[in-house]
């Protein structure tokens, strides 16, 4: 199995809902690789989500996969409920430690070009949360939490007070 760290966006929420920007099209990671539009469109979901490549340690599963305009978009679940590590994740992702996604797939069609290799047909395996991945545009794009969304209404608050106060 090839393995290729991305660094995405993550966003878990309270509930453990959790979104990433698994692989961005048109840019190589760090190794030079590129995956094309299209090479993963014999994924088989529901597909793990471990933290760290190590499958030892499972804390969720990706449901949906999707590629888009930009790269192969992830929605899953941190299974908050019932896996104490899960939570603690979830704590990392939403403090900023983990944001980085890394998938594990099994390369079909690939050629060689100059440094690294452009991926066209493979099979996804799995994706990790990770703390460095290899492409540097992966990363958690969703991981929302109830304490966010009181600071965004509080600073909301702040800021409509200072504007009505310099009006008067």
Do not use: Y
């Not at 199995?1 to 990433?20: F, N, P, V, W, Y």
């Not at 920007?21 to 529901?46: N, Q």
């Not at 994740?89 to 290799?117: C, E, M, N, Y």
């Not at 009181?150 to 200072?162: S, V």
């Amino acid at each position: 199995m090839d393995r290729s760290i991305i660094e995405t966006k993550i966003l878990a929420e309270a509930s453990g809902a959790i979104t990433a920007l698994a692989w961005p099209f048109a840019t190589p990671d760090r190794v030079g690789d590129m995956i094309t539009k299209g090479a993963f469109a014999s994924a088989k979901m529901p597909i793990p989500m471990l933290f760290g490549h190590d499958p030892n340690d499972p804390v969720g599963v990706w449901e949906t996969a999707e590629e888009r305009e930009d790269g192969l978009h992830l929605k899953g679940q941190l299974l908050v409920e019932d896996l104490p590590r899960a939570r603690e994740v979830r704590a990392l992702v939403q403090a900023g430690a983990v944001r980085g996604i890394s998938i594990g797939f099994i390369t079909r069609k690939a050629t060689g070009r100059g440094k690294g290799r452009t991926i066209t047909a493979l099979d996804l395996m799995e994706a990790s949360l990770v703390t460095l991945p290899c492409h540097p545009g992966a990363k958690v794009t969703s991981a929302k939490d109830a304490v966010g969304a009181l600071r965004l209404a509080a600073a909301l608050q702040r800021a409509t007070a200072q504007i009505s106060t310099r009006k008067e």
